[in-house]
């Protein structure tokens, strides 16, 4: 597979383009990293309807919630780290126990960051964001399911959390492939093991389904791009049909994606797991390569976990 | 450590500067422009204010620097490096994997940080906490803050502007790198900060305003904030952002951005070449 790459964040900047002509009410605000998250297309197109809040993560948020009071549909912007950190309890009290109709996106997730290091790549966001009552989070695999992912959140009307990354990563969904929150996707249907993925390692967990079909392991890829609300049922699924479960996410392996799937295997139908992920620790400066090697996040190390997950398969 | 003559300084500002460039120039990324506003602030007090031992990272009794605003490391580093906190050869590992200098300070992996930084508004904060520990124990310690103009409008900022002068800190010492740049733009276009002495002014402090590039008015400022007592003093230093590089001065875009190298060559250039 030979494919182009785009950084997933460039799906927001069209998404929210295209949410602009179509609906006035759709704003976005910024809170002074609008070129790095591509708020600033929106910007360009739509200057009246975008606000820069500064360097005030706390206030951009709650201001969000007043013009969703007023029936506005406010887009608002920064790292993942700034967000879903630094805004938390705006987020929690302010936005979720009212069910205020804001859209957050967090962008820079992973320690993909690069050499930015530890303070700049959001490992915990999707941790944050799922406990919350009445959030929906949605962590798209690459720029087209991003951009669809963008235009989706503003026909809920409730609280949402966008996750993207920064790298240029793989582009391979296409336009007409189906796309709803909440519904997951099966991209490589396979019977021994099942691969449920977020964001752009779901690429290296196709790759990694391709390397274990050359060694005679059959693997479901499921590309898991709503963590909230869950696919419960094609979870429970591939754990019936392929009995071995691997997650993988650019995150900490506690409280993201494999927490999730693990709470629905655990309470319906426990299930040998491994998870894929950043293991309780901090990220730092490095090339995103050396980074993915070292916090053991590639196709190689998907490769091992499904290995692993398969020798304590029960019969 | 033995004070510097002010030509000395200057000398070295100019060492400091090259610094930055090549840093970043290494690392392929990183900030130069806030680095360069901030050289004569930090230059002046790593070498003639600020009380430490590198020899002895931990002394009790040291003065206290804390970097706010934590992407500007390279003039932090920098300065360290040169004032022997670690070998200056290591500074073209900056942002590089396994390196101690990481992209934001990371007080964990390099001796002689006070905090790890790089999520903007949260230093002056943990300044007030060091300075409300000596007035505790009795220590005569002093506690330096660098933040951005930009990184102002974080509401922590105002809230520990509150803390400091409630608890009469007067070994508090903040800097404003007042160099009207953010990200986005002009401060005073993406969220504006103005009047900023008088909002310093009416939280208490005693406020010094300064050209944060005239190292006589730097070194004086610091010597006055270190002579008032009983409110803490915040020192606006105007500046330039991307100082002493022509093509970098004024101009938000290398705000986070690595020369390449012919930028270097030129970069380097202006700083030796000229004076600044
Ligand atoms: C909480 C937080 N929000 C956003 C950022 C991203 N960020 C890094 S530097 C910067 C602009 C800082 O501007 P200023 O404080 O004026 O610094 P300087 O001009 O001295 O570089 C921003 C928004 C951050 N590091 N932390
Ligand atoms: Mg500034």
Redo the contacts between chains.
């Keep these: 597979m030979s494919v182009k790459k785009l950084p997933n964040r460039d799906g927001y900047g069209h998404g929210l383009i295209e949410l602009g002509k179509s609906n006035p009410d759709v704003l976005v605000l ?1 809170a ?5 998250t591509r708020s ?1 297309w929106f910007q360009k197109e739509f200057p009246d309807r975008f606000f ?5 993560e ?2 951009m948020l709650g201001t969000a919630a007043g013009l969703a009071l007023a029936g506005k549909i406010p887009f608002v912007t920064t790292y993942g ?2 967000v879903a ?2 805004a938390w309890d705006q987020i929690r009290t302010t936005i979720c126990y009212a069910g205020i109709n804001v859209k957050i996106a967090g962008a820079h997730g992973g320690v993909s960051v ?7 790549q959001a490992l915990e966001d999707i941790a944050l964001m799922r406990v919350l009552p009445g959030m929906t989070v949605v962590v798209p695999c690459d720029a087209i399911e991003a951009k669809k992912a963008t235009i989706s959140v503003a026909e809920i009307n409730g609280p949402c959390y966008l996750r993207f990354a920064r790298e240029a990563t793989p582009v391979f969904t296409k336009e007409e492939d189906f796309f709803q929150i909440g519904k997951a996707n099966v991209l490589n249907d396979g019977s021994d093991v099942t691969i449920i993925a977020c964001g752009p390692i779901v690429y290296e967990s196709l790759l990694a389904a391709e390397q274990l079909q050359k060694e005679g392991i059959s693997t479901r890829v499921i590309n898991m791009h709503t963590i909230k609300p869950l696919d419960e049922e094609v979870i429970l699924k591939a754990a019936l049909e392929t009995g071995a479960i691997v997650t993988a996410e650019e995150h900490q392996i506690f409280g993201g994606l494999g927490g999730a799937v693990a709470e629905v295997l655990a309470k319906n139908n426990p299930t040998p797991m491994e998870m894929i992920g950043v293991k309780d620790t901090f990220g ?4 995103p390569e ?2 993915a090697e ?1 916090y053991e996040l590639t196709s190689n190390d998907i490769v091992k976990a499904v290995k692993n997950v398969l020798s304590r398969k029960k019969d | 450590m033995v004070p510097q003559s002010n030509e000395n300084l200057q000398a070295i500002c100019k060492d400091v500067r090259a610094d930055i460039v090549k840093m970043t120039a290494a ?4 900030h130069p422009g806030g680095s360069l506003s901030s050289v004569e602030l930090l230059t002046a007090l790593y070498f003639n204010v600020l009380n430490h031992r590198p020899e002895e990272p931990n002394w009790p009794d040291r003065d206290r620097f804390i970097l706010s605003k ?1 992407h500007v490391c390279p003039v932090l580093y920098s300065v360290m490096a040169r004032t022997g906190d670690f070998p200056v050869e290591e500074l073209m590992t900056l ?5 101690r200098l ?3 300070p ?1 007080v964990k992996a390099l001796p002689g940080l006070e905090s ?6 949260q230093g002056l904060s943990i300044a007030n906490g060091l300075a409300l520990a000596a007035k505790l124990n009795n220590k005569s310690y002093r506690v330096y803050c660098l933040m951005g103009d ?2 102002l ?3 922590q900022i105002w809230e520990a502007a509150m803390t400091a002068p409630h608890y009469g800190l007067d070994n508090v010492c903040a800097i404003v790198d007042y160099n009207n740049l ?3 733009g002009k ?1 005073d276009e ?2 504006g900060i103005n009047p900023l002495a008088k909002k310093w002014e009416s939280f208490n402090w005693h406020v010094i305003e300064i050209d944060g590039h005239d190292l006589a008015q730097v070194l004086k400022a610091y010597e006055e904030a270190a002579n008032h007592k009983e409110q803490p003093s915040v020192i606006i230093a105007h500046t330039t952002k991307g100082k002493g590089v022509s093509f970098m001065e004024n101009v938000a875009g290398w705000h986070g951005k690595a020369p390449n190298k012919e930028e270097l060559e030129k970069a380097l250039q202006e700083i030796y070449g000229g004076g600044i």
Aim: charged share 25%; with cysteine.
């Design positions: 910024d002074d990293l609008a070129k790095s600033d820069d809040l500064g360097i005030a706390q206030d780290v700034f950190g630094r690069g050499p930015d290091g530890a303070t700049h730092e400066s490095g090339t050396e980074l070292k | 690392a392929g990324s990183g934590g942002r590089k994997f396994g390196s990481q992209g934001h990371n790890s930084s790089g999520s903007l508004g930009g990184e409008q974080e509401g953010q990200i986005d401060c993406v969220m």
